[in-house]
């Protein structure tokens, strides 16, 4: 069952007044700063060292300096005026190029040295300073510690060695070249911080973390070990700076601050998200990217949201996945039409559960009961979705029709509707309605069984429609002069092996497929959460 009852505190944004005794220090760390600058200039350009070493020593310093900062300064007032300042001083660098050793690129490796793609690491490290000094600096200074010191010194490490010493390349993972070698060192060095710096702050727990036994401290370490690993391997341009500290943050915070849920159900979750991850690359529903991002979402709904949020989201999953798989021979047809196979990776676990991710956090947040109905109605959204596409275009000679003209088109086209897949999007949102009334919610109850089943239902059945809408206006539509044919994708391959790009016809070109699912997401969970936030039933 998942979390019912409000957290005793909220976390709440708070920047407090200036102290005289902190304008010292406040001199002492900006001179401190600047001087990494200038010195990661100075090995740049004197010493001809490589921008990556000598950019991800400066990251290194920086998540080591934070990590003591909250032990000189009594208010945040001035730690946050320097991260606004770095912030600023960062953004403007971007743009004028001042110093080039802060510049950041894609992380080369052994298997691909060349890289050009721009990053935002140095940009996204004080601004995560800055958001977690606001949030956690009175209550909680020790999360902030711990998760800026994971990333400042994990992530610079496994750059480093995956760069110098990295010899097999992970797969289907990430723009960023990722190695096997530098991914270990993200995991164990995390872990080595995670547990040592857990023990050392263990007299400041307060809540939810303040009775464990020294082992599940040490279970909970290895878990957001590979967290961390996880989301440094996903994400590419610097993102991991930002998003790395917040994920071990979010994850700590709720396990104090929220009663209700519980580090061994947060450590079981895990286990069985990294489980359901393995399962999911073996029986190939995902490849390593999605498997990483199911991982991570998986971590967040088993662990945190219970019985509750988890039965729905494995009804999506599995029987989408299923679903799927089905009637290949049928199927095989469309492979070419639609911009990505059965096979999910990242961007399609992100399009099809990033909203009910995000209701999930929001959730152990705030206790809000109208977000788990907006999280059904996503749910149901893209079930309703996936089911729409797998039996319309599985189903024997169907005919299909323009959702803005109501003209006849060839079945798997974007924006096309038919009599078989509208009522298997339909079928599906009630499936998820139904996988939650299993567990037994109050919330589901008190609103009435019949008339969740009709929410639900039709949040799904409406968000599929909608997706359809979008497929046939704006969606990006390209033709493939290889084999004559309008496609999603943006290149074929030809005969001879080259990569042959398609012209695009309609649409506008950055709203692909995955996109076009978010929205179907977003649409189904906006339309449960209006009805139920205007019954005001909670």
């Not at 069952?1 to 944004?13: E, F, G, H, W």
């Not at 946050?80 to 080039?100: D, E, K, S, Y």
């Not at 009709?454 to 997706?467: E, K, M």
Request: glycine residues 8%; proline residues 4%; contains cysteine.
């Amino acid at each position: 069952m998942p979390a019912q009852d409000k957290t005793n505190k909220r976390i709440m944004l708070n920047l407090q007044a200036p102290l005289s005794q902190d304008l010292p220090v406040f001199f002492l760390t900006l001179c401190l700063v600047l001087l990494f600058v200038f010195l990661a200039e100075l090995l740049t350009r004197k010493f001809r060292i490589t921008p990556l070493v000598v950019r991800k020593l400066v990251q290194l310093s920086m998540g080591v300096v934070i990590f003591f900062i909250p032990a000189y300064f009594q208010s945040n007032f001035y730690p946050v005026t320097v991260a606004l300042l770095f912030l600023l001083l960062n953004a403007l660098n971007m743009r004028l190029g001042w110093f080039r050793a802060l510049l950041s690129g894609n992380e080369s490796s052994a298997l691909q040295p060349a890289a050009t793609v721009p990053g935002y690491g140095s940009l996204l490290l004080p601004l995560v300073f800055l958001v977690l000094a606001l949030f956690l600096w009175e209550s909680h200074k020790w999360i902030l510690q711990v998760s800026v010191l994971v990333m400042g010194v994990g992530d610079s490490l496994a750059a480093l060695v995956g760069s110098s010493v990295g010899k097999k390349h992970i797969e289907h993972l990430t723009k960023n070249p990722k190695t096997v070698e530098g991914s270990l060192t993200m995991f164990f060095s995390s872990f080595l911080l995670l547990a040592t710096t857990m023990m050392l702050f263990r007299p400041q727990f307060s809540g939810g973390l303040a009775d464990k036994t020294t082992i599940s401290l040490f279970a909970l370490a290895l878990l957001l070990s590979l967290v961390a690993t996880a989301v440094e391997a996903l994400l590419s341009y610097g993102l991991d700076n930002f998003f790395i500290p917040l994920a071990i943050a979010y994850i700590l915070y709720v396990l104090e601050m929220n009663n209700t849920v519980l580090l061994e159900h947060f450590l079981l979750g895990g286990l069985f998200a990294f489980l359901l991850a393995l399962f999911s690359i073996k029986v190939k529903f995902l490849n390593n990217s999605g498997a990483t991002a199911t991982f991570l979402l998986g971590t967040t709904i088993f662990g945190i949201g219970g019985m509750a949020w988890t039965v729905p989201l494995l009804t999506f999953y599995l029987l989408s996945s299923v679903l799927s798989k089905l009637g290949k021979k049928r199927k095989a047809k469309f492979d070419l039409v639609f911009e990505k196979g059965s096979q999910r990776d990242a961007g399609q676990v992100y399009a099809n559960g990033g909203i009910a991710w995000i209701l999930m956090v929001v959730f152990s947040l705030t206790n809000d009961p109208a977000l788990f109905f907006a999280y059904l109605g996503t749910l149901a959204a893209v079930q309703a979705d996936t089911w729409a596409t797998e039996i319309g275009t599985m189903w024997p000679n169907p005919k299909a029709r323009l959702v803005t003209t109501f003209k006849e088109v060839p079945v798997g086209t974007s924006g096309g509707v038919s009599v078989p897949g509208t009522s298997g999007a339909f079928l599906g949102s009630l499936f998820i309605c139904a996988s939650a009334m299993i567990v037994d919610v109050r919330w589901m109850s008190e609103f009435g069984l019949v008339q969740s089943f009709l929410l639900i239902g039709f949040s799904g059945l409406l968000a599929s429609l909608v997706d359809s809408f979008f497929g046939a206006t704006v969606q990006a539509q390209y033709f493939d002069p290889i084999r004559e044919k309008v496609t999603e994708r943006t290149h074929s391959l030809a005969q001879n092996g080259l990569m042959v790009e398609n012209r695009l016809l309609k649409g506008i070109p950055i709203i692909n497929n995955d996109l076009v699912n978010t929205l179907c997401a977003l649409s189904g969970s906006a339309l449960a959460y209006t009805v139920i936030e205007n019954m005001q039933l909670f």
